[in-house]
T-cell receptor
């Protein structure tokens, strides 16, 4: 149980275009989902927390107009990187929260390369 | 403020050696949770263990063991008789209080040589 998928697993896009990444909880409902970014050889940094049906809460320093998060249902959250630039190239990982506050189930990640 | 420190950036061992990965945490919360995750080259995080602040019992799972000491705010991870498949980045993480935000350490890259 507690399987989280991400799509796509990797994507290459041109500078200036937008990219959407999907995060799905496959066998449970997730009121809360989290989005992390990981640059090469660095740790995971929380970008934002999204709650189903409400606006996402962004961490300090994360541009909410650039990283659009939508959590439209209890099983799906999307992250859209708008007007992507090479510096947005990174590994994006989502997680879905379980019933307890300490539970998070991670997706396999999406590797974004912006050329 | 909450913080997780993994002072070892990289560790290299030879297969069958034992290796300990250090983790020191900071939190003012009395209730908190500590985690270890493994991140192999594929990138997918693999959950290894969760410990709550009220349970200081050490845990052993096969070749893995964890030593939780509140007195030193440490949650160290030992791999016994390491194998090449253990090569990965290992992250220690913390959730404190009523928050659901995971705070990750900087990770330790473990390379197990055959």
């Amino acid at each position: 149980g507690a399987v989280v998928s991400q799509h796509p697993s990797w994507v290459i896009c041109k500078s200036g275009t937008s990219v959407k990444i999907e995060c799905r909880s496959l066998d449970f409902q997730a009121t809360t989902m989290f989005w992390y970014r990981q640059f090469p050889k660095q740790s995971l940094m929380l970008m934002a927390t999204s709650n189903e049906g409400s606006k996402a809460t962004y961490e300090q320093g994360v541009e909410k107009d650039k990283f659009l998060i939508n959590h439209a249902s209890l099983t799906l959250s999307t992250l859209t990187v708008t007007s992507a630039h090479p510096e947005d190239s990174s590994f994006y990982i989502c997680s879905a929260g379980g019933t307890a506050t300490y539970e998070q189930y991670f997706g396999p990640g999406t590797r974004l390369t912006v050329t | 403020a909450q913080k997780v420190t993994q002072a070892q950036t990289e560790i290299s061992v030879v297969e069958k050696e034992d290796v300990t990965l250090d983790c020191v945490y900071e939190t003012r919360d009395t209730t908190y949770y500590l985690f270890w995750y493994k991140q192999p080259p594929s990138g997918e995080l693999v959950f290894l263990i969760r410990r709550n602040s009220f349970d200081e019992q050490n845990e052993i799972s096969g070749r893995y063991s964890w030593n939780f000491q509140k007195s030193t705010s440490s949650f160290n991870f030992t791999i016994t008789a390491s194998q090449v498949v253990d090569s990965a980045v290992y992250f220690c993480a913390l959730i404190g209080g009523a928050t659901n935000k995971l705070i990750f350490g900087t990770g330790t890259l473990l390379a197990v040589q055959p």
